[in-house]
Structures are given as structure tokens and as C-alpha cells.
């Protein structure tokens, strides 16, 4: 039987961020994946695959709506969307064969086929015909992610009920498309498909879209994809039930007065959140606990209730967030090489990358009103940047949230062009405990989407903006 320091079981960016970090740090190093490709959901079924469909779908709008006014006359460009889908297909494949690469470069084991504990160090993996082997572990990392959640009754048949990763397969352009939650998920994939020529609704059970966010952003983005893509809103509405016949499906839902509202489309799409995937990890064998959601109980260490084992990403509290999978695999190995690592998950972005894309670090303005701290509110619309005005991204804006008295940065909210990028310079400055004053001194180059982080900084210190 081979013997490992490490074992992680499953290879998603947690996963193999862990397992690369384990080798770095001199740790014989094994990776267990279910699957016949690497990279989990992330890159399989999730942020690759969708951010390709994404892509492509806003060069087709792109084309229809905007190239006239640039200047560019084409004939009227059509969908081909097995292309479309073929093209992120490639995406795919060769991102996972980067992972490939990067585990043949670090010299990690990796195996094919379902990893369970027989006991803390004793790690059997299933293979696909049916044969087993056993390996022995030090230490191990589950990594095992997480899986699209339905709702109570609601059976997803993956023909006319789907979810996302049917979404990303989709062999026809839907004609109307009913996204059940207005999270991340359903907005995304649902702006694919309105971009392309799809009737979007969406059906959402709170007052607000993506409701772990600043209110403020969703507000606006419903306002945006109302506007650009003529999506409905159905919110505050309790789905009841979906039915289908034939190619037709049909939404019940309670719109909060006691009214019954049916919504009528051929696809249902369940975007109502993710749930940890702990199935067939034999954790009843080694004493690992469940919360009552079904996630892997864990310590501030990451570490179960069995000592040797740790637990990181989708399957432990906290955001379902890729990048913070990964920042818990770095942790969790340098903690078993010894060494005191750190993660402030206060400063982990959360992005959607819809358009215009939202992005956020830290504290909203609701969670500043609930704990009492007292804060300044600056603000920039993308109405008023020159870039923007040039690339015809006007919608959106930038709020910066700072603390009344010290004017430390507590949360940066920005929904408009390319904020997904422009993030980071929110999460560095916060990192080292900057002021809204230390943004506002730092010299931006002119003229870039970024400056709209500066003035909105300059807005929190005395309503001092200069372009507004």
C-alpha cells in the first residue's frame, strides 16, 4: 500500500491549489478526483464554461447593438450556438489540461475514482469499473466541493427543468427561460441567453437580486438588465411548483398578496444556490461531523473533528466562492508544514459577471446599520468617466464605504465596466488598512475605469470629487 503525506480528495481549485502548495512545501502528495478531468466544477461545469458562454454571448450583443454606432456596418449577425458551445468546450479543455500539467510538474499522485476514509489514515478509492485500491495518508483535505440545489417538490429532470451545467450544454436558443433565483447563477446564464435572443424571467424569493450583496447593487442591476435585456422580474415571489407537458414548462408561484401567478416558458432553470457534496466519503467511519446544512464542521484551522483531517471550499461555511477554496488549500497546507498562515475573510471578493459586472470587498451598508458603526458614503457614477463614455459603459457606479472617524475603507461596492478586475485595488488597499483618503492621493492614469474608484474615495473625504 502506497503512503502519503497528504491525501486531498477532490480537484477542484481548493483541491489542486491545496495539492500544489502540499508538494511546494516537500509533502509526498496524492489527489483523488471522481471525475475523468481535473478542475472540478469550477472549470468543468462552472466559472470557466460560463464566463466563455458569457464572453461570446456580449460580442453577438455587441453586434446587433452597439457596432453601428461605432461605425462598423455588417450584415445582421446570427447565433450559431453549437459553435458557441463548442468554442467553450476548448475553453475547458485545455484548462484542464493545465491542470494536468501542473500536477505532472509537481509530482503529485493522482488517482481516478471515488476516495473514501476506511479509517483516518486509510483512504480506499472506488474506480469507475468497480475496483478498489487503498492508499495510507498522514493527513488528508476534503475538497470535495459542492452540487446545484433544488427546491422541496420540485423534481429537476434535466430536459426542460435543468440546471446550470445542462445550461451550459444547451443544444437550442431557448424562446423563454424562467431562472428560478436571481443569485449569481441565474443571472449570468440568464444574460447569455437574453443576449442572444432568449425571453428571460426570473423569479426571485426576496425583495432584491443577489441578496448577499449591497442592496444598492442589485437595485441597480435589475434596473440595467431591465433595460438592455428586457428581462422580467418576479419578485418577492414563493415558487409552488413546476410542472411540464411536452416542450412546455410552467412556473407556480405566490407573489406574496396570497395571488397565484403562473409563468409559461419551454426550460426552467433552478438557480437557487449550491449545497456541499459530502456523499460517499465514508465520514460516519472517522468521526467527522456534518452541521445542519451538511457541511463539514470545522475549527478555525480548517480542521475536523478528526485531527489528521482538514476540510476547505464549497463544503465548509462561508462563501462558495472558487479564489476562496483556493486561499483555505494555501492554509490549510503551509498549517500542516507548520507554519501560522493567515485569511481575512472579510477581505474576499465576491464578483458577477453579468454586464455591467458587480463586484464587492467587505462590509455593505446594511451590515454597517445592523452593528451601529458609524460610516461616510462617497460615491462615482460611470455616467461621468471618460472611458467609460468612450466604450459606451455608462450604467453603474462605484461606492466607497469609510469609517466616520478613522476614515478607514470598510467596503467597496462597484457594479459597471470591468469591475471584476478593478476590485483588486480595493482588496490590496484594504489589506494594508488604507483610508479613503490614501486612495484619493494615489495618482490614476487618465483616462481608465479605475479613476472612478479615486473619485468616489474623494466623494467619502468631504465631498471632495472632481467630476461630479
Not at 411540464?244 to 409563468?263: F, L, P, R
Not at 464549497?314 to 500542516?336: R, S, T
Amino acid at each position: 500500500m502506497e503512503k502519503f503525506d497528504v491525501t486531498i480528495i477532490g480537484s477542484g481549485p481548493g483541491g489542486y491549489v491545496a495539492a500544489i502548495r502540499c508538494a511546494q512545501l516537500g509533502m509526498k502528495t496524492a489527489l483523488i478526483e471522481k471525475y475523468p478531468t481535473l478542475g472540478g466544477t469550477c472549470l468543468n461545469v462552472g466559472c470557466i464554461p460560463s464566463k466563455a458562454l458569457l464572453d461570446s454571448s456580449e460580442h453577438f450583443f455587441n453586434a446587433v447593438n452597439h457596432f453601428e454606432e461605432h461605425g462598423i456596418d455588417i450584415a445582421a449577425p446570427k447565433v450559431n450556438l453549437k459553435q458557441m458551445i463548442e468554442r467553450k468546450r476548448g475553453v475547458v479543455k485545455m484548462t484542464c489540461e493545465g491542470i494536468n500539467y501542473l500536477m505532472k510538474k509537481n509530482k503529485i499522485t493522482v488517482f481516478t475514482g471515488v476516495g473514501s476514509f476506511e479509517s483516518k489514515t486509510i483512504v480506499n478509492i472506488t474506480k469507475a469499473d468497480g475496483t478498489k485500491e487503498q492508499i495510507e495518508t498522514v493527513k488528508a483535505i476534503i475538497a470535495t466541493g459542492s452540487k446545484p440545489a433544488s427546491l422541496p417538490g420540485i423534481e429537476v429532470d434535466k430536459k426542460r427543468i435543468i440546471t446550470s451545467t445542462e445550461a451550459l450544454e444547451m443544444t437550442e436558443i431557448p424562446q423563454h427561460l424562467i431562472i428560478i433565483g436571481g443569485g449569481v447563477i441565474g443571472l449570468e446564464l440568464g444574460s447569455v441567453y437574453a443576449r442572444i435572443g432568449s425571453k428571460v424571467s426570473v423569479v426571485e424569493f426576496m425583495d432584491r437580486l443577489i441578496p448577499g450583496m449591497d442592496a444598492s447593487l442589485g437595485k441597480e442591476l435589475q434596473r440595467v438588465m431591465k433595460k438592455d435585456l428586457k428581462v422580467d422580474f418576479f419578485m418577492k415571489h414563493k415558487v409552488e411548483s413546476v410542472k411540464t407537458k411536452g416542450k412546455e414548462a410552467t412556473v407556480t408561484a405566490d407573489n406574496g398578496k396570497g395571488e397565484k401567478v403562473e409563468i409559461k416558458g419551454d426550460y426552467v432553470l433552478m438557480a437557487v444556490g449550491r449545497k456541499p457534496y459530502t456523499e460517499g466519503l465514508g465520514l460516519e467511519n472517522i468521526g467527522v461531523k456534518l452541521d445542519a446544512r451538511g457541511r463539514v464542521e470545522v475549527d478555525a484551522h480548517l480542521k475536523t473533528s478528526a485531527d489528521n483531517i482538514y476540510a476547505i471550499g464549497d463544503v465548509v461555511v462561508g462563501a462558495m466562492l472558487a479564489h476562496k477554496a483556493e486561499e483555505e488549500g494555501v492554509f490549510v497546507a503551509e498549517q500542516i508544514a507548520g507554519q501560522k498562515p493567515h485569511i481575512d475573510y472579510n477581505l474576499i471578493p465576491g464578483v458577477v459577471y453579468t454586464w455591467p459586472e458587480v463586484a464587492a470587498v467587505g462590509q455593505t451598508e446594511e451590515q454597517l446599520k445592523e452593528k451601529g458603526i458609524k460610516y461616510k458614503v462617497g460615491s462615482f457614477p460611470f455616467k461621468a468617466s471618460g472611458r467609460a463614455r468612450a466604450s459606451m459603459d455608462t450604467d453603474g457606479f462605484v461606492k466607497v464605504l469609510a469609517d466616520e472617524t478613522t476614515d478607514e475603507i470598510l467596503g467597496v461596492h462597484m457594479i459597471g465596466p470591468r469591475t471584476a478586475d478593478m476590485i483588486a485595488e480595493a482588496v490590496v488597499a484594504m489589506e494594508f488598512r488604507a483610508s479613503a483618503e490614501d486612495i484619493s492621493r494615489i495618482s490614476h492614469a487618465h483616462p481608465t475605469f479605475t479613476e472612478s474608484l479615486k473619485e468616489a474615495a474623494l466623494d467619502a473625504t468631504g465631498k471632495r470629487a472632481l467630476h461630479i
